[in-house]
């Protein structure tokens, strides 16, 4: 009779460590995915976008009953910064800029005075109504973005879907 020696080896092979990294590849994908850091992101972009907002249209609701004024800010004082009426009274010590959240080639939240062109020059009376939006980073598959619009006619904040403009936003 003869004998031969077996040998145990204790460890996995290289086919085993194979299969259970792709396996574990195919798990770390699956849970990207459905995670989306890039949407979330730019939705905490957005958020931010809202929160500085909200502040510059508490300021401006605060400039419009503040006794004996009556009216929104034109156009032109709101878009300088030091001369900016929301912050000579106090109402806000800086105005917000968008920052990081910078979408396109906008680099402040977009400001209208109304009911028409005339309040902005200070020949056509008072400026009785204003809107401000800005485009949002976290997009529908849309051609044109969507932005973030106040309009003092309504006093409330909402995205319009495919806005990107001045007109999608009016001041009236």
């Known amino acids: 009779m003869i004998f031969t020696a077996q040998r145990k080896f204790?460890?996995?092979?290289?086919?085993?460590?194979?299969?259970?990294?792709?396996?574990?590849?195919?798990?770390?994908?699956?849970?990207l995915i459905a995670i989306n850091p890039t949407k979330r992101q730019n939705q905490a972009k957005d958020t931010v976008t809202k929160s500085d907002m909200s502040s510059l249209l508490t300021a401006l609701q605060a400039y419009y009953t503040a006794p004996g004024t009556g009216k929104y800010p034109t156009t032109a004082?709101?878009?300088?910064?030091?001369?900016?009426?929301?912050?000579?009274?106090?109402?806000?010590?800086?105005?917000?800029?968008?920052?990081?959240?910078?979408?396109?080639?906008?680099?402040?939240y977009i400001y209208t005075a109304g009911p028409a062109a005339g309040c902005d020059n200070g020949a056509g009376g008072d400026c009785t109504a204003a809107s401000m939006y800005y485009p949002l980073n976290d997009q529908a598959s849309t051609p044109n973005p969507d932005i973030w619009c106040w309009q003092s006619s309504t006093g409330k904040a909402l995205v319009v879907v495919g806005g990107a403009t001045a007109a999608a936003c009016p001041a009236n």
């Open 10 to 31: 204790k460890g996995f092979t290289l086919i085993e460590l194979l299969i259970v990294i792709a396996i574990l590849g195919i798990l770390a994908a699956a849970v």
């Open 77 to 108: 004082s709101f878009t300088t910064t030091n001369t900016n009426p929301l912050v000579v009274n106090k109402d806000l010590a800086t105005i917000p800029t968008p920052g990081a959240n910078k979408v396109g080639a906008n680099a402040a």
